[in-house]
């Protein structure tokens, strides 16, 4: 994982944790690596391609960041309303402190939810574009 994408995972998850819209809904269960035996409702968040979008003038790259949750919980209606809390905070949203980086847009590009036997599984993909300072 590049630096930008460490220091926009970072900032990411510390906000979700830091959220008490969120900490309602899943506590502090906000992870890139989810330990055995969580309990439901969860957060995963991933980013899986960094790619270089440089210019003659600057140097950035453009990011897939993936948020999964998950539920058990019967109905999808609170998967549906974690989905919709990280949407909010990521959506167009800009606003996160990156060491050496700009958060230059992030917006979400696709949404899925899926029954996997008794659990929902909420998927967002965000596009987030990051620039060096």
Known sequence: MTDAALQLQTAHIEAFKADATLGTLVGDRIFDYVPRKTEYP???YHITDSDEWDTTTDNGEEHAVYIHVFDDAEGSKR??????????MLHDVTTYSLANHNLVNCRRVMR??????????????????????
């Open 42 to 44: 969860y957060i995963v």
């Open 79 to 88: 998967a549906r309303q974690i989905m919709q809390r990280v949407y909010d």
């Open 112 to 133: 899925t939810m899926e029954r996997e036997g008794q659990l929902y599984h909420g998927i967002g993909l965000f596009r987030a574009i990051t620039e060096e300072t």
